[in-house]
């Protein structure tokens, strides 16, 4: 068992900048698969970018402004968002993903969720 624990969410005018991490309570390493979501009011749950033995990959409204990356030393998953739009207000998650040997083969881990809030 792990537990992930978002933090960095806020209130940021359009432009700015934030930080999102998640900590995890024990190695990371076991996670070949991790990577952020969001989900926005009356919308469906997204998938923002995700990592995968180095390899990343983001949703289109983010590419170019969002950079994930994770840090195995310190069990923790970063991503940063730039040039923040108001369309990128959401409840941000955590996932990891762990691979098992019977079906489905894999597990996955949710942190609780930080508010990202983009308004003027």
């Known amino acids: 068992q792990v537990q992930l624990v978002e933090s960095g969410g806020g209130l940021v005018q359009p432009g700015g900048s934030l930080r999102l991490s998640c900590v995890a309570s024990r190695s990371i390493v076991s996670m070949n698969v991790m990577g952020w979501y969001r989900q926005a009011p009356g919308r469906e749950r997204e998938l923002v970018a995700k990592t995968t033995y180095g390899i990343t990959n983001y949703a289109d409204s983010v590419k170019g402004r969002f950079t994930i990356s994770r840090d195995n030393n310190k069990n923790t998953m970063y991503l940063q968002m730039n040039s923040l739009k108001p369309e990128d207000t959401a409840v941000y998650y955590c996932?990891?993903?762990?691979?098992?040997?019977?079906?489905?083969?894999?597990?996955?881990?949710w942190g609780q969720g930080t508010q990202v809030t983009v308004s003027s």
């Open positions: 996932n990891g993903r762990v691979p098992h040997d019977r079906t489905p083969y894999y597990e996955d881990y």
